[in-house]
């Protein structure tokens, strides 16, 4: 199994830190990091990515803006997304998977099972 | 001295005659006696004699007296015992015949019950005793001497012996006549037996007796025959004694009879007599004998020749018949056989009339006596002559003292009777001739005159024949002939009744009357009478009465009659004059009358009309009486006289005020009113009259009962003709039940009022047309409106013109049109143009919808809430989860150690750590679940599923978990279809199993079924855990309640999960329980419809009718 490249683009930094050194520790990825949605849309248009983990809630643009941004470009528009949520409601579950994304993770998550679970959805095997 | 009706004394009266002579002749002649040849008996005769005295006068007594009932008896019982002494004693010398014949008529005297008293009436008919006790002696005697020939007694005491067969059938035929019924038909028959019967043993008589035994039973025969004939004839009570005897029995059919009787009894004595008995006969009798017939045939050849003296005449022959009788009884030496014989003439005397104790004297013992005067004469050797003679005269004259008084007692009847028939005649008219005419035919006919005739008498005493009566033969001398007075009554000086036998031999008549005598010999006359006729006083007319068949000695009697008579024939010859005076009157007023009567008629038709008039206005008094009666109040009116007076009151006041008309105080029932009701309703009548206008007022009264009733009065005052008011009527009616309703109206509507004012929510009223007819203060101060620019118009009229929907969506078109209600919310426009949302509900009016009622109320104030909760719910879910994502994340590193490895005390710390920060995550996550909820912000979104899956997709979910603890999860599920949020399903399925897993020790399992049953759903899981007490059951489903209070920490639960099932079941229309026992593990069910609408919206679950959604929607941007 090749070594995966994943954008991680959350404004949480703790968030961002843990889940990078998660994946970066458990399943040996290469793990990208961006502090906001524009600095996340820049990495995914100029790196060539396996998955994106999205945070929904986030200043300025939200996840789900910023996946439709990444649908609009042919450049981003086949990286698969995982949107990761604090929010648990059935209903804006329903909402986010409507959208297209390939899964949404709800916060907090195991980070011992993050990675499995992301390779699951994804189809790493 | 009248005696008392004899009816039912008839026997007794007979034998009382009996008891008499028996007396008198044992006195008299003890030797007569047959029974006294035997040496037993002769000392007693005299005893025996006092014996029958004292019956003849105890008879006496019980007939003339009403003495008492005990009385009656014992009078009864001494009469009788003599005739049953001789009895006993005829039995005991073997004379049984004699015997019978004295105990019968004995018997007959006792008061038993086969001897009624008097006539008895049964089955239709009545019977007579005399000729029941009589017949059935003669039915005896043929019985006895058929039967027992010896008891005729010995050929030495009696001459009947040897003519026995002739007492058998006589006494049969007698018997026959006298005791068989006889009704109407057979009378003929009767006597036809009676007639035939007797003739036959008549004759038998003559061959075997000779002509004596013959005449002597015809003549009982015959005496039968009259005793019992009017019986036959004429069905009425018997003559004997009796005193309804009204026709003369002695009519022809009867003397004949009897005449024919006595030609016959004359040749048997001149016929050739028997051996041995012609003895007996002496010349006396056969005088006897012949002196009675002669007697009877002149009077059979001279009827009315004979008439005066034809009573007298008849009872000698009776007494002539009874000494003869008794004559040849004494010739066979037995004096007792003859009263036997004489029996029969006495009731035929006695059928003569009414007085009956004279004339038993005159026909039983007068006759007897002179008998017994004769016999003592021939039979010297037994009695001294001088003796006989004296008693025979004092009896005798008795006798005919009696008779006298009998003949005497008809001749008034008679005059009576005249007196009758004149003054029927009088009575016939007013006429005067033809009054006069009928006056003077009665006259005439009476007194058996020539002829007879009334003369009117002016004032110069000039008499004219005005009615005349001339017998048959008799030359009249023709009405108005007239003569003068003097020559009517011989003088100038008329009085009274003049009375001339002889004209040849009156004085007045010779010398100077001898013209007179000479005219009256031309016209016949041998005797005459006159009498005058007077009329207050006045001579006005005479009656005369000429005799020319010969001399007649004109009667005191007759004189007496004729001045009787004459008064009246005065009296109706001044009411004829009065009469005839009177019609003349009466022929001028008939004139003056039509003139009269011309008059009246047309009073009379005027009178009619009035009539006619009065009736109808009777009637509609009537009608309006009765609709007044049956009118619920009164009707009054008030007449001015000086001051207002009731003059007229009628209704139905005892039920109004609990007073009668006529206890109601004067003022009527104004005055029963309160107070202040009487003076304002006084100041009301006062203006009305005062304006001419009718008037109505309601007031007040207190019933006698203490109760307050409301009357309303309602009249008008009518006015004279100078515009002053005379009178006031009207009617006052009970309107306390309309006040009573009223009053509960008003208080129900001011609390509706009240309602509808306090009320908060905003509330219109729509008619069918969806237009407003009513908005509430709270409506109005919400939408900044006045009422009087809302009312009647359209509902829709308070939305934003921008929102309003189509009819054909409204909720409140909806309602009118399905009659049920609909909700929804919908953005309602100020008056300034501002607007606010409004949730609301529409109620139809009625079943028909007759209108709607819509409340509602401004949610503005709500949304803003809500979105506030929206929000803040998204922050802690955002705030808290995110902290927790780092923390958990990193513990979580940590414990992997992926980072390095731990002291053994620092990793345990840490997975304590990581535990609650799950925990902790869990129980954030359930209440936002359940508040989401519970709250209604979780919309359900009904998917078609199946229940298979669904179970299906909770078992993957929780198979780890039980794998984990070692718990098998078994499932048996049928797969059906099912209209549900999957999720919330799942949902509830994961709890359930979750906690079916946590209360499970490894290696039990937890069982999870579901069934299709009655239209839902059942879906069950069930574990073997511990179970749950029983009061813990329905607790559980509440928030934070579990079974043990240690059971969050250590199974980690939040004590959330069950609100949440329930909430979840419950908002999809399904049950929810758990059933347990005790360690035998526990089963949580719940149920969903199937195939079932979706319930009503409510307003707090804005699902449908959205109307105003479009806009209004405060999650919708």
């Known amino acids: ?125 | 001295m009248a005696l008392p009706s004899l009816h039912g004394n008839r026997l007794r009266v007979v034998v009382l005659g009996f008891n008499l002579y028996w007396a008198l002749s044992l006195y008299a002649f003890p030797g007569s006696f047959s029974l006294s040849t035997y040496d037993g008996i002769r000392p007693y005769l005299p005893w025996l004699s006092a014996s029958f005295l004292a019956g003849a006068l105890a008879l006496i007594l019980l007939i003339r007296y009403q003495i008492p009932h005990v009385g009656r008896i014992l009078a009864a019982c001494v009469g009788a015992a003599p005739l049953l002494f001789v009895a006993a004693y005829a039995i005991s010398v073997s004379s049984w015949l004699g015997a019978l014949n004295y105990a019968a008529m004995g018997l007959a005297l006792l008061p038993l019950p086969w001897f009624p008293a008097g006539g008895e009436r049964r089955e239709g008919r009545t019977r007579y005793l005399y000729p029941a006790v009589l017949g059935m002696i003669l039915l005896g005697t043929a019985l006895l001497a058929w039967l027992v020939p010896s008891s005729l007694g010995t050929p030495e005491t009696t001459f009947i012996r040897p003519n026995r067969l002739l007492v058998i059938g006589s006494g049969l035929a007698g018997a026959v006549a006298l005791l068989l019924p006889h009704d109407e038909g057979r009378i003929s028959l009767w006597r036809a037996v009676s007639a035939a019967v007797l003739p036959a043993f008549l004759g038998y008589g003559f061959l075997r007796g000779g002509a004596y035994s013959g005449g002597v039973w015809l003549i009982h025969a015959v005496g039968v025959l009259v005793v019992s004939r009017p019986l036959f004839v004429e069905r009425r009570p018997f003559p004997v004694l009796g005193a309804e005897v009204k026709a003369d029995p002695l009519d022809a059919g009867d003397q004949h009879v009897e005449l024919t009787t006595w030609l016959l009894v004359a040749a048997v004595v001149f016929l050739r007599p028997v051996e041995g008995e012609a003895a007996h006969t002496g010349p006396e009798s056969i005088l006897f004998v012949l002196l009675m017939s002669g007697l009877n045939l002149l009077r059979w050849l001279f009827p009315s020749r004979l008439s005066q003296a034809r009573q007298l005449l008849w009872h000698l022959s009776g007494v002539a018949t009874a000494t003869g009788l008794f004559l040849i009884g004494l010739g066979h030496g037995d004096a007792l056989f003859a009263p036997v014989l004489i029996l029969l003439p006495i009731l035929a005397a006695r059928s003569l009339g009414q007085q009956a104790a004279g004339q038993v004297l005159a026909a039983g013992v007068g006759p007897l006596l002179i008998g017994s005067l004769l016999a003592s004469h021939q039979m010297q050797k037994l009695y001294p002559f001088g003796e006989g003679v004296v008693t025979g005269t004092v009896v005798t004259a008795i006798s005919l003292i009696a008779i006298r008084s009998v003949v005497q007692q008809r001749r008034q009847l008679k005059e009576l009777e005249m007196m009758s028939r004149v003054s029927g005649a009088l009575r016939q008219s007013l006429d005067l001739v033809p009054l006069l005419q009928a006056t003077v035919d009665e006259l005439g006919r009476t007194l058996e005159t020539s002829r007879c005739h009334v003369w009117l008498i002016d004032s110069e005493g000039v008499c004219t024949a005005t009615a005349e009566y001339a017998a048959p033969g008799v030359r009249p001398i023709g009405v108005g002939f007239q003569v003068h007075l003097s020559t009517i009554f011989l003088s100038e000086h008329a009085h009274g009744v003049v009375q001339v036998a002889d004209i040849d031999a009156h004085p007045l008549l010779g010398g100077p009357g001898e013209a007179l005598r000479k005219s009256l010999h031309q016209t016949g006359v041998r005797s005459f009478m006159a009498a005058t006729i007077r009329f207050d006083g006045d001579l006005i007319a005479a009656v005369t009465f000429h005799q020319c068949d010969g001399l007649r000695a004109w009667q005191r009697e007759e004189a007496d009659f004729l001045e009787a008579i004459s008064g009246q024939i005065g009296l109706a010859i001044a009411h004829a004059d009065t009469h005839a005076k009177l019609v003349t009157s009466y022929q001028d007023l008939q004139a003056h009358g039509e003139e009269l009567i011309a008059q009246q008629e047309e009073l009379a038709a005027q009178n009619e009309q009035l009539t006619t008039k009065s009736q109808e206005l009777e009637e509609a008094q009537e009608k309006l009486s009765n609709l007044v009666d049956n009118l619920a109040g009164l009707v009054y009116r008030y007449v001015w006289r000086g001051n207002w007076q009731l003059e007229f009151l009628a209704g139905t006041s005892l039920e109004l005020t609990g007073y009668h008309l006529n206890e109601l105080p004067k003022g009527a029932f104004l005055s029963l009113s309160l107070a202040e009701d009487r003076l304002s309703g006084e100041a009301e009548l006062a203006r009305a009259v005062a304006e001419r206008r009718p008037y109505a007022f309601e007031y007040r009264i207190r019933t006698r009962e203490g109760q307050i009733r409301w009357l309303l009065t309602r009249g008008r005052a009518l006015y004279d003709q100078q515009g002053a008011p005379r009178a006031v009527e009207g009617i006052v009616t009970d309107i306390t039940d309309r006040k009573l309703a009223e009053e509960s109206l008003a208080q129900v509507s001011r609390e509706n009022r009240l309602l509808l004012t306090s009320a908060g929510e905003g509330i219109c009223g729509l008619d069918s047309a969806g237009k407003l007819t009513f908005v509430n203060p709270a409506a109005l101060r919400m939408l900044g409106q006045q009422a009087s620019d809302l009312l009647g118009q359209p509902i829709a009229t308070m939305l934003h013109p921008a929102t309003k929907p189509g009819w054909d969506e409204c909720p409140v078109g909806k309602t009118l049109r399905e009659a049920r209600p609909h909700s929804g919310q919908a953005l309602l426009q100020r008056r300034d143009g501002t607007t606010f949302p409004a949730e609301f509900v529409c109620t139809p009016k009625g079943e028909q919808a007759e209108g709607a009622v819509v409340i509602f109320r401004d949610i503005a104030e709500r949304q803003a809430v809500e979105r506030m909760k929206n929000e803040f719910i998204s922050v802690v879910s955002h705030e808290l989860r995110t902290p927790l994502t780092s923390i958990r994340g990193s513990l979580g590193l940590l414990n992997s150690g992926k980072l390095g490895s731990l002291p053994e005390k620092g990793q345990r710390m840490l997975q304590i750590a990581m535990q609650n920060t799950d925990r902790l995550v869990r129980l954030i996550n359930d209440i936002l679940d359940i508040e989401r909820i519970e709250s209604g912000k979780v919309t359900i979104h009904k998917a078609n599923c199946d229940v298979a899956h669904l179970v299906a997709q909770a078992i993957e979910v929780t198979q780890p978990v039980a794998d984990k603890v070692g718990v098998r999860l078994e499932t048996r599920v049928d797969s059906t279809p099912l209209r549900a949020d999957p999720d919330r399903i799942i949902q509830a399925l994961t709890n359930l199993i979750g906690n079916a897993i946590k209360f499970s020790e490894p290696g039990q399992a937890v069982r999870i079924d579901a069934r299709a049953a009655g239209g839902e759903i059942h879906f069950v899981v069930q574990d073997q855990g511990r179970g749950i007490p029983a009061g813990k059951l329905e607790s559980i489903f509440e928030r934070f309640q579990q079974v043990d209070a240690s059971d969050s920490r250590k199974k980690g639960g939040t004590g959330l999960g069950l609100a949440i099932c329930r909430s979840i079941v419950q908002e999809h229309g399904g049950r929810i329980w758990a059933e347990s026992e005790a360690g035998q593990g526990s089963s949580f069910h719940f149920t969903l419809p199937l195939h079932r609408e979706a319930p009503l919206a409510t307003p707090s679950l804005p699902a449908t009718d959205q109307h105003g959604g479009r806009s209004s929607s405060p999650r919708g941007g």
């Open chain 1, 1 to 125: 199994m090749s070594t995966k490249r994943v954008l991680i683009i959350d404004d949480e930094d703790d968030i961002r830190e843990v889940t990078q050194v998660t994946l970066e520790t458990v399943a040996g990825w290469q793990v990208l990091t961006a502090p906001s949605a524009k600095a996340g849309l820049e990495l995914a248009g100029r790196l060539q990515l396996d998955a994106i983990l999205l945070d929904v809630m986030m200043p300025e643009m939200d996840g789900p803006t910023v996946f439709a941004h990444l649908q609009v470009d042919e450049r981003t528009r086949s990286i698969p997304v995982i949107l990761l949520t604090a929010k648990v409601q059935t209903s804006e579950v329903r909402r986010f998977r409507e959208l297209g994304v390939a899964a949404v993770i709800a916060k907090p998550f195991d980070p011992i099972f993050l990675a499995d679970e992301i390779a699951l959805i994804l189809g790493w095997s």
